[in-house]
């Protein structure tokens, strides 16, 4: 059975930091791009960063660039994502992905086979 459980989410304040992890299993992890997507109340659900399967590459939007790092331990089975300076427009509810894909990092969720259940990011101002 395919798991993807999301831990970590909280509330925060502005300028304050958050470390999210997805733990998976049922799946072979390593062969599989991993990825957070953020939904925000009233809007879509969007990328905000991946990375390859062999954690050789990485992609984020640019609204977290130089805020966030993903990274993953393929020994593990896990992909954390490292939220720094937090604004409160991040606040969304934040889901790990997985995509099995010999290609580049797409941002389009539909192309991600597996997801977790979500976890809330609150960043108050």
């Known amino acids: 059975q395919v798991r993807l459980v999301e831990s970590g989410g909280g509330l925060v304040q502005a300028g304050g930091s958050l470390t999210l992890s997805c733990a998976a299993s049922?799946?072979?992890?390593?062969?599989?791009?991993m990825a957070w997507f953020r939904q925000a109340p009233g809007k879509a659900r969007e990328f905000v960063a991946g990375?390859?399967?062999?954690?050789?590459?990485?992609d984020y939007i640019e609204s977290v660039k130089s805020r966030f790092a993903i990274s993953r331990d393929n020994a593990k089975n896990t992909v954390t994502l490292q939220m720094n300076s937090l604004k409160p427009e991040d606040t969304a509810v934040y889901y790990c992905a997985g995509d099995f894909r010999y290609g580049p990092l797409l941002h389009a969720a539909p192309a991600y086979d597996y997801w977790g259940q979500g976890t809330q990011v609150t960043v108050s101002s």
């Open positions: 990375i390859l399967d062999n954690g050789g590459s990485t």
């Open positions: 049922g799946f072979t992890f390593s062969k599989y791009h």
